[in-house]
Nanobody, 126 residues
Framework: QVQLVESGGGLVQAGGSLRLSCVAS????????MGWFRQAPGKEREEREL???????????YYENGVQGRFTASRDNDKNTVYLKMNSLKLVDTVVYYC????????????????WGQGTQVTVSS
């Protein structure tokens, strides 16, 4: 079992930045592909979207088109932590962000991720 705990969400003005962190425990962190999903208001769990992901080998990360160039995913295996640095935040980035982990490959489908954090709210104001 892997436990994931997110932090770093909050309220920020449009154009600002935030860095989300996710600390993992319970298994060997470096074996897992890590990612961040978002869930927009009114959407169901199955409609969560993969925002960014980074493989266990820390090769080229995946980014959803709308965040490409604004968000950066990274990991620190010594700290069992994955990060999502979010720059140039927009109103549409106002969602709950979930940290995920999987031993499978990086896929955009929610059911391919075994482990989920509790979510952290990001609110972007105008």
């Amino acid at each position: 079992q892997v436990q994931l705990v997110e932090s770093g969400g909050g309220l920020v003005q449009a154009g600002g930045s935030l860095r989300l962190s996710c600390v993992a425990s319970g298994d060997t962190f470096s074996r897992y592909n890590m990612g961040w999903f978002r869930q927009a208001p009114g959407k169901e769990r199955e409609e969560r979207e993969l925002v960014a992901a980074i493989s266990w080998s820390d090769d080229i990360p995946y980014y959803e088109n709308g965040v490409q160039g604004r968000f950066t995913a990274s990991r620190d295996n010594d700290k069992n932590t994955v990060y999502l640095k979010m720059n140039s935040l927009k109103l549409v980035d106002t969602v709950v962000y979930y940290c995920v982990a999987s031993r499978a490959g990086i896929y955009v489908y929610t059911w391919t991720y075994n482990y989920w954090g509790q979510g952290t709210q990001v609110t972007v104001s105008s």
